[in-house]
């Protein structure tokens, strides 16, 4: 049977506030569920570098497709198809940030703001 020491160690770790000394403390947001301006931006432009470097190579499989068989090219294509559905995701956090006027957002908790700006 654990003791009352580690039960109450449990109880804090799976709640996301907590009160000490009557303050209240709430869990801090992710980073990966974060997004500012400047990180949407970076990451379209990063995507869109990714978008480029796989329809090079799907160029580049087309002439010898016939020789590996095509197995390459479905994965570039999954690729292709991942990359271009984040990348619109984040256009939309980017037109939604512009329509709010907010600096960002936060997919986890809506007052869950960066701390760091």
Known sequence: MPS????????IRSSTLLAVDGT???AVNNKDRNFTRASLTRFIKAADAKLDDYLQRLDKSDATESATGGSRVKNLAEKITAI????????E??????????????????????RTG
């Open 93 to 114: 956090m980017l037109v939604e940030l512009d329509q709010t006027g907010e600096s960002q957002i936060s997919l986890t908790d809506l007052t869950g703001w960066s």
């Open 4 to 11: 009352r020491k580690a039960r109450s160690l449990r109880q």
């Open 24 to 26: 209240r403390i709430k």
């Open 84 to 91: 271009r559905e984040r990348r619109e995701r984040y256009k």
